[in-house]
């Protein structure tokens, strides 16, 4: 089991709070010459990708879309086909259509989620202690990584990265889930930028 299981909640949100502002203070690494812009991450993406593991593999097909949110935003749509048998044609199939929108955080080199602006409903505060996730972003090299971080009902901790990672041709994708710091389910795949 791992050490920070036996922390207090409060002891875990430090820690995630620690861990943001670390991320923050590190900016971008100075490992590729040219670092991408948030902007060549734009674009529409279709591809496939497996989960890793003991497990029988998970063939999945993937449709990924990043644009612009806002002046200086993103947001970034994701559907994924887990298919059975690699068929997405017979029963058992599952769908899971997901969105997030993302905006700067003041005087920090990252993103954080917010809402889409929706006047048929009243804006929810987030709260981590009742277990919503909170998430955030940034661009380093040339990878966007999107982190998602949840306390669970029982005091432990759920951590998701979900890096893409610029190609020539599309993008690289690789997410990853911890639950209170074990790494329990990892999936990878690619995709191809789809032409206008």
């Known amino acids: 089991m791992s050490r920070l299981a036996h ?21 971008p690494s100075g490992g590729k010459a040219a670092a991408a812009e948030l902007g060549d991450f ?9 989960e890793l593991g003991d497990t029988e593999p998970m063939a999945r097909d993937i449709d ?4 612009p949110f806002h002046d200086e935003g993103f947001q970034i749509h994701w559907i994924t086909v887990t298919k ?28 954080v989620e917010v809402e889409a602006a929706n006047p048929f409903r009243e804006r929810e505060a987030k709260e981590p202690m009742k277990g ?26 759920e951590l998701q ?11 690289d994708i690789v997410f990853q889930r911890f639950d209170d710091g074990v790494l329990v389910r990892q999936i990878k795949g690619s995709t191809v930028r789809v032409q206008p």
């Open 7 to 27: 922390l207090p909640l409060r002891g875990l949100l430090a820690l995630a709070l620690l861990a943001l502002a670390l991320l923050a203070l590190a900016g």
């Open 42 to 50: 734009f674009g529409t993406y279709v591809g496939n990708a497996q």
């Open 64 to 67: 990924i879309v990043v644009e």
């Open 84 to 111: 059975v048998d690699g068929r997405r044609d017979v029963p058992g199939v599952e769908r899971t259509v997901q969105s997030a929108f993302f905006e700067p955080a003041e005087e920090r080199s990252l993103f």
């Open 132 to 157: 919503h996730a909170v998430r955030w972003a940034s661009v380093d090299g040339e990878t966007l990584h999107v982190y998602s971080f949840v306390v669970l009902e029982d005091g432990r901790y």
């Open 161 to 171: 990265i979900y890096d893409r990672v610029l190609t020539d041709g599309g993008l």
